[in-house]
């Protein structure tokens, strides 16, 4: 019987060789400062590398910020100058003669921008007067927790001008050699600041109601959309919920897996071809329910509500859980994170497990 997890999956005019994907892991190792802020380097080049060689299908190249500051830390990498994009050709054009596709994430981290890399007192926030620290931005001044800075509330120029540097960020993403983009919409960043009620505080255009929340968001996607080829993917990564909703003992509002249902429907109206469903990440102290594919309920109920095409996450470790996933329908593609970083050949390992085949390096080959 032919395994499902390896089956070919075709998006627009982009088709991946299987349906193992990996998502973005944020190596936090680019130079925080000069002319090669932000621009990938040799450890990028390896860790992508890598597993392709391992017969990943589609690697989303780790959370890109489109501003200097809406890096998460100094050390991420950026799409914002030419530099940034020449560096990533080398990536993507090893990627692409290995069979993978290359994507990336752009992305904005908003008010929990301007931290330390997470080995590093975990990840502390750095204040504005520290060196390569800076003010966040956000919706609304609320910080992410008490040690962070309190954050900048955007003016509506100031968004506008956001929506632009996204566009920019995928005609740079284009030229780099990437088929593929996707939009950070999850994790407390940007995007997801705005979506949430817990972190948008405007009464303004930008908040209040759902529609006025989800403004940004739809924007964005859209001015992506305008100058990202057609024959080419555009992807968006939600948080499926807050996880206050699912919490009785926690009365905060927050966003819902029926607000990501709703909003994956108008992503599609927009031209989104596939929702990347994630969850958390907008509130330090929410009770989230973790354990083997915990996410996977929440991508297929937005691949059933919307129709649209979902990639699921969440602790996804054996290759038969994977199968089964990909199987039943609940799922189009799965990320594997945390178990392709412990084993870059996870692909390829899977495949023997499940009796399928990965395409392997002409190196590697012996008569």
Partial sequence: MSSALFTPYTLRGVTAPNRVWMPPMCQYSAAPDGEAAGAPTDWHFTHHA???VGGTGLIIVEATAVTPEGRISPYDLGLWNDTQTEAFKRITAFLREQGTVPAVQL???????????????????????????WRPLAPSARAFSPAHTTPDELSTEQIGVLVRRFAEAAQRALAAGFQAVELHGAHGYLIHEFLSPQSNHRTDAYGGS???RARFALEAAAAVRAVWPQDLPLLFRVSATDWLSENPADAREGWTLQDSVRLAKELQALGVDLIDVSSGGLVPDAAVTTGPG???PFAEAVRTGSGLPVAAVGEITEPRQAEEIIAAGRADAVLIGRELLRNPSWARHAAARLGAEVRGPLQYHRA
Avoid: C, I, M, N
């Fill in 50 to 52: 890598a597993r392709a």
């Fill in 294 to 296: 915990y996410q996977v």
């Fill in 210 to 212: 759902f529609e006025g």
């Fill in 107 to 133: 992305a904005h981290a908003g008010r929990k921008a301007s931290t330390e890399r997470t080995w590093v007192d975990r990840g502390r926030p750095l204040a504005p007067e520290e060196p390569h620290g």
